[in-house]
């Protein structure tokens, strides 16, 4: 089992950027992919960006593409989330996920954190 602690996130000014973090610890070895989601009031959580933890392209959400970046820290296990150009919109509780193996679903999941864009 993969157990993650997220820690960032908060208020900040349209236009500002925040960075998440995901650290990931137990059967670590054991993880494909590690993922970001978001959720805000009323809405659906949806897809935000992922990574393959051995390597490749990452891939992100139409509406965060240019802005967001997704990258990994192999030896603390961590991944991260770098918020540029908010706006109103990426407003949200972001949650970090991770599936373990191919093909497999996101089963493990972070304690979500608020993202709060002011305009």
């Known amino acids: 089992q993969v157990q993650l602690v997220q820690s960032g996130g908060g208020l900040v000014q349209a236009g500002g950027s925040l960075r998440l973090s995901c650290a990931a610890s137990?059967?670590?070895?054991?993880?494909?992919?590690m993922a970001w989601f978001r959720q805000a009031p009323g809405k659906e959580r949806e897809f935000v960006a992922a990574?393959?933890?051995?390597?490749?392209?990452?891939s992100y959400a139409d509406s965060v593409k240019g802005r967001f970046t997704i990258s990994r820290d192999n030896a603390k296990v961590a991944v991260y989330l770098q918020m540029n150009s908010l706006n109103s919109e990426d407003t949200a509780v972001y949650y970090c996920?991770?599936?373990?193996?191919?093909?497999?679903?996101?089963?493990?999941w972070g304690q979500g954190t608020q993202v709060t864009v002011s305009s």
């Open positions: 137990g059967r670590t070895f054991t993880i494909y992919r």
């Open positions: 990574l393959t933890w051995s390597g490749g392209t990452p």
């Open positions: 996920a991770a599936s373990e193996g191919m093909g497999s679903s996101y089963r493990s």
